[in-house]
């Protein structure tokens, strides 16, 4: 619980940052993260309330439409970076992993179906690859830590990569080791403030490419 309350704490963070610099300099400059932010916000504080109003409430709905957000906000954040052939790459990506959510899974039930958890995963993982293989194929003078986009795809990785670990087996752990799912459950919320933490590194980036 306490790790959960923390995770949500450091989520305003960025949020709050992010807002300020859509102020100053707009939105767009920031590739419209806000926009990400903000839904990510209020579907996690209103899957927390929900859950201390009624801890049996199931969000599953709630989480398949989230995710179907995900696809198509970060598809869009990734096509106005990549170039060429990698812009096509990215839109055949979300065409496919839409199609897949809206035909192959129980998006629309009560349960959160953990093949679109398994599918953002891989959607997640390609196209911060495809950004990184168009970063080092195309050299610049400047540092890529300093990029705000290596610091979202750096976060987009390492949220993956512990993720698509916790809900490949989620249920059969919930039936026959609920104290082990519980350790994932934590380890997540860890791997969150991980994320928004480096998403606040990139906003941090964004601000010094725009003062200068």
């Known amino acids: 619980m306490t790790i959960g309350i923390i995770y949500k704490i450091v989520l305003l963070f960025p949020l709050i940052k992010s807002f300020i610099l859509g102020r100053k ?41 989230y995710f179907i957000f995900c696809v198509i906000f970060f598809s869009f954040f990734y096509y106005k970076i ?31 179906d953990k093949k679109i958890g398994i599918t953002i995963t891989i959607f997640y ?15 610049d003078e400047h540092k890529i830590t300093d990029d705000p986009v290596f610091w979202i795809s750096v976060a987009l990785l390492m949220w993956s990569c512990f993720f698509i670990f916790r809900v490949t087996p989620m249920f059969f752990f919930a039936e026959h080791d609920n104290e082990f799912l519980q350790f994932l459950k934590i380890g997540q919320n860890i791997i969150n403030i991980g994320m928004y933490s480096m998403f606040f590194i990139s906003l941090i980036k964004s601000e010094k490419r725009l003062n200068q």
């Open 125 to 139: 993982i390609t196209n911060s690859l495809l950004w990184f293989y168009q970063k080092i194929s195309f050299f």
């Open 25 to 65: 300099f707009s939105f767009s400059a920031q590739n419209y993260l806000f926009i990400y932010l903000l839904i990510t916000v209020v579907n996690e504080w209103t899957s927390f309330t929900r859950n201390l109003i009624n801890p049996d409430v199931k969000v599953g709905l709630q989480y398949n439409f």
């Open 82 to 112: 990549l170039t060429n052939v990698l812009k096509k790459i990215n839109l055949i990506l979300m065409i496919l992993s839409l199609a897949y959510i809206f035909f192959l899974t129980n998006f629309l039930g009560e349960e959160f």
